[in-house]
């Protein structure tokens, strides 16, 4: 597609609830980034695959968050038994290349607003 | 460890006015600095970056930063600002060893009319 693509857009979910993000990256990117964001806040780095490879995974806040990307395109961000803490915006992004190319930007996807109640 | 700082939470200028969002960075070998910007219910948007050459770098929307080694600042400027440039803008840092984006705290910039 034309850009990075997550879906759903929003999520409510109660707490102890499972969800799943899905996050298209642009096609033939190599880098994907998962970040996540509090309100009024920056971007707080979760993970980040080289293809299918995670190969930093360091930002995951518990063991209750998941991340794969099975074939090194689509890639899902699950959260198991949801805490109102976890309640922020999740955002993928995709870059062209490795860290040999550092040269290449990151492109945002709209980000998935998860409210947990 | 890499970290940019963005001094400003909020930056009020009139449109027409000349504006400047600041960002300062610490890294360990050559920099490789980002401004994005968000508008509300919005992803991160690529303005601009500096990796090597000209220290004042051109981007989106009559964007431009200046790169200053000896301040460590990335600082993003536009000649005359816009009511629709309103939105909030992060600066980032990236590191190319570990492939990490690190990014400011972001500042709120407010056009009036």
């Known amino acids: 597609g034309a850009g990075v693509s997550q879906s759903p857009r929003y999520k409510v979910a109660k707490r102890g609830q499972d969800v799943a993000l899905r996050c298209d990256p642009i096609s033939g990117h190599v880098s994907l980034f998962w970040y996540q964001q509090a309100l009024g806040q920056g971007p707080e780095f979760l993970t980040y695959f080289q293809n299918e490879a995670q190969l930093d995974k360091s930002g995951l806040p518990s063991d209750r968050f998941f991340a794969e990307r099975p074939e090194g395109s689509v890639s899902t961000l699950k959260i198991q038994r949801t805490q109102q803490e976890d309640s922020a915006v999740y955002l993928c992004?995709?870059?062209?290349?490795?860290?040999?190319?550092?040269?290449?930007?990151?492109?945002f996807g709209q980000g998935t607003r998860l409210t947990v109640v | 460890a890499q970290s940019v700082a963005q001094p400003e939470d909020q930056v009020n200028v009139a449109e027409g006015n000349p504006l400047t969002v600041k960002c300062t960075y610490s890294?360990?070998?050559?920099?490789?600095l980002f401004w994005y910007v968000q508008y509300p219910n919005r992803g991160l948007q690529f303005l601009l970056k500096?990796?090597?050459?000209?220290?004042l770098v051109k981007g989106s929307y009559g964007f431009e930063a200046e790169f200053n080694k000896s301040q460590t600042s990335f600082h993003l400027k536009k000649p005359s600002a816009l009511v629709s440039d309103s939105a909030l803008y992060f600066c980032a840092v990236r590191d190319i060893i570990i492939n990490k984006f690190y990014f400011g705290s972001g500042t709120k910039l407010n056009v009036k009319p």
């Open positions: 992004a995709s870059s062209l290349r490795g860290p040999d190319r550092a040269q290449t930007e990151a492109f």
């Open positions: 890294v360990s070998g050559n920099p490789y």
């Open positions: 500096y990796i090597t050459g000209d220290n």
